[in-house]
């Protein structure tokens, strides 16, 4: 049965963008199945006929239908067929169910091919980008230019539906060699416009590396937002001699300089104090958040996370008391006094009539909820599982993860034009993790990771894993004493380091970043510009501690960098009650804010992996497993002060 929504998120799929209208699709996934006889050969040509006036579903039923009873030998070719029209009907459900059903092992290489292409496209109508991308990874090089032109067209459509327009841009740059007819060329030209126009200016001055296609169409767009009419002619003639025999043709350029494309109003958010929206307020309709709720909070308030507990607590309970509107009602557990596990103590509060719990906060806790078959009310846990796939209904999960500020550490830079990095961080599993996260973002953008090196995080002396790391040698003094004898062009150097890389990564706490940065500098690689997290961070302004740190650039969060904030006001409020708690625990007190103002939110947020939440911790969104992943503010270290940087010019890199 067609729905409003499924059609709409059929031709979301099936079409490009606004500009353009619908692409015309090869539809390789309807090739004729085996001549059949008897029964098979009357029902067979009844589904064809189906799908001739348009009746997939139908069509589709049939199929289905006639897969169950035809030989084996062909029985894949059946299925795909069904699924292809479920898809044509507007139901990427049925469809994603249907091919599922077919036995991989059975087909042939053209088959497979269409499958590959007919999983992305379901995952396409599913809005699940990265799924797509994943079903054409293999090249499809050996099928044809139709069949290739199909996934590029594809990956391009995945690309910007996660926010990546730059890949989109690129991937139909490459699909244009691919096309014979002059409409469909033009089509896809005005499609690469039409990515590109979701980056801002700047984003297209400093993404420009080269003379090429890709390169060109971006200068023209920048010409074409940023001149008169009357000066267009000269500025279009200059660029084509800069940019001979590239393939833009005139009636495309004629289109985009009468109305050339912006960013539109639904880009992804860009995490910025100028960006307009309130920290601490959500983005988006919320759902609202009866008066009275009974809200039960499971915190470990003895034992040796007390410290994190009472400041979880503190920070929820005087968001809640700020919050006259809602009135709720807030129960506290000591998960760590309990003479029974947490789950028991969990069981406990939706007895005692909570309807919405929050913890618990040890990473142990959190995975034992997965073991309850159900979760009877919503509850957002205070830490994050690794690879736990599809979370139970009901349960969310918000931690400070530190995989999700290496991730960005790793895009920052790539927008930043850095494409070989080396990576600093502390033996053990904290720098393994964060290791692991940077350079699979990094590599998956494009980038490269030269070099990874470890040092121990007790010790006291770092020169040899920074030596390590640039491959740092010193010239022998015999050899530097021949200097005097050489003319100035021919003088050896007093030392050397490696010059395959164009950024450094570090990963560490405070004291070591403080001894890592001024030795990073002192072996002739101060022109590295350096990354790192908010872990090197004292969430407090210490001049005289950190100007070692100078030149370095991190993320943090809101609460932590900005003055102007949603909570503002309740900030103040919290360092004045406990100082000494405050400063040790400034992070997590953010989080305790952020968690009671979510609770509104969750199921809002859920809905779609686009919906947003601003909060005190950052820019919050969910995945598809109930994990909630934060967006950064920016610095970077100037006489000691963290210093705020412009957000990433506009440019929204994929969902990792």
């Not at 005005?190 to 420009?208: F, K, P, T, V």
């Not at 007190?589 to 919906?611: I, K, T």
Request: with cysteine; net charge negative; glycine share 6%.
């Amino acid at each position: 049965m067609f729905t409003t929504q499924r059609i709409a998120i059929f031709f979301a799929a099936a079409c490009a963008f606004a500009l353009t209208g619908c692409e015309s699709v090869p539809y390789s996934v309807a090739a004729k199945p085996a001549p059949q006889q008897g029964r098979a050969a009357v029902d067979t040509r009844q589904a064809e006929a189906l799908e001739r006036q348009g009746d997939f579903t139908r069509a589709a039923q049939e199929y289905a239908r006639l897969a169950e009873s035809v030989d084996v030998s062909v029985r894949a070719e059946y299925q795909l067929r069904a699924a292809a029209l479920w898809l044509r009907a507007g139901e990427p459900d049925r469809a994603q169910t249907a091919l599922a059903a077919v036995s991989v092992a059975r087909l042939d290489a053209g088959q497979s091919a269409r499958k590959r292409l007919l999983d992305a496209r379901i995952a396409l109508a599913l809005r699940v980008p990265q799924q797509a991308l994943n079903a054409l990874q293999a090249p499809l090089s050996a099928h044809g230019p139709a069949m290739q032109a199909e996934a590029e067209l594809l990956r391009a459509e995945a690309h910007d539906m996660a926010g990546n327009h730059l890949e989109a841009a690129r991937e139909r740059v490459l699909r244009e060699s691919l096309l014979s007819e002059s409409i469909a060329i033009e089509d896809n030209q005005r499609a690469i416009l039409h990515s590109l126009g979701q980056l801002s200016d700047n984003a297209l001055q400093e993404l420009r590396t080269s003379t090429d296609a890709l390169s060109g169409w971006m200068e023209l767009l920048f010409i074409a937002r940023n001149i008169s009419a009357a000066d267009a002619p000269r500025q279009i003639a200059d660029w084509r001699m800069r940019y001979a025999g590239h393939p833009a043709r005139e009636p495309v350029i004629a289109a985009l300089f009468a109305n050339p494309p912006r960013p539109s109003a639904s880009a992804p958010v860009q995490i910025s104090p100028a960006n307009g929206a309130p920290f601490g307020a959500s983005q988006g309709k919320s759902f609202g958040f009866a008066q009275g709720r009974r809200i039960a909070l499971l915190l470990p308030l003895s034992g040796n996370l007390a410290g994190a507990g009472g400041a979880l607590r503190d920070a929820f309970l005087s968001a809640a008391h700020a919050d006259s509107a809602a009135d709720p009602q807030v129960r506290v557990y000591d998960v760590a006094a309990a003479q029974t596990d947490t789950l028991t103590v969990y069981q406990q509060a939706v007895q005692d009539g909570a309807q919405f719990i929050v913890g618990p906060l040890d990473k142990e806790d959190v995975r034992a909820l997965f073991s309850l078959a159900s979760v009877p009310v919503p509850t957002l846990a205070l830490n994050a599982v690794e690879n736990t796939g599809g979370a139970p209904a009901n349960l969310y999960q918000f931690g400070l993860l530190p995989e999700d500020e290496a991730q960005q550490a790793a895009e920052r830079a790539w927008f930043e034009g850095k494409r070989q990095a080396l990576l600093l961080i502390p033996q053990g599993e904290w720098g393994e993790r964060m290791r692991q996260t940077f350079s699979a973002r990094f590599e998956e953008l494009g980038g490269v990771v030269a070099d990874s090196q470890s040092y121990a995080p007790g010790d006291t002396d770092f020169r040899e894993p920074v030596q390590r790391l640039l491959q740092f040698k010193e010239t022998p003094k015999e050899l530097l004493a021949q200097n005097s004898k050489l003319p100035p062009e021919k003088k050896l150097p007093k030392a050397t380091r490696r010059e395959d890389a164009d950024m450094i990564f570090l990963a560490a706490q405070p004291a070591a970043a403080r001894q890592l940065r001024p030795l990073l500098q002192f072996y002739y690689a101060d022109d590295l510009p350096v990354y790192s997290t908010s872990h090197l961070y004292g969430a407090r302004s210490d001049p005289d501690l950190d100007q070692d740190l100078d030149g370095v650039i991190f993320g943090d969060m809101p609460w932590v960098l900005l003055e102007a904030t949603g909570q503002q006001a309740l900030r103040a409020a919290l360092l004045d009650q406990a100082p000494a708690a405050f400063a040790q625990y400034t992070r997590l007190y953010a989080m305790g804010v952020d968690a009671y103002h979510l609770l509104a939110d969750l199921e809002r947020l859920r809905q779609s992996s686009d919906e947003r939440f601003a909060g005190e911790t950052g820019i919050l969104s969910m995945d598809g497993a109930g994990r909630l992943h934060r967006r950064l503010v920016w610095a970077r270290f100037a006489g000691g002060e963290a210093q705020l940087l412009e957000a990433a010019a506009g440019v929204a890199l994929p969902a990792p």
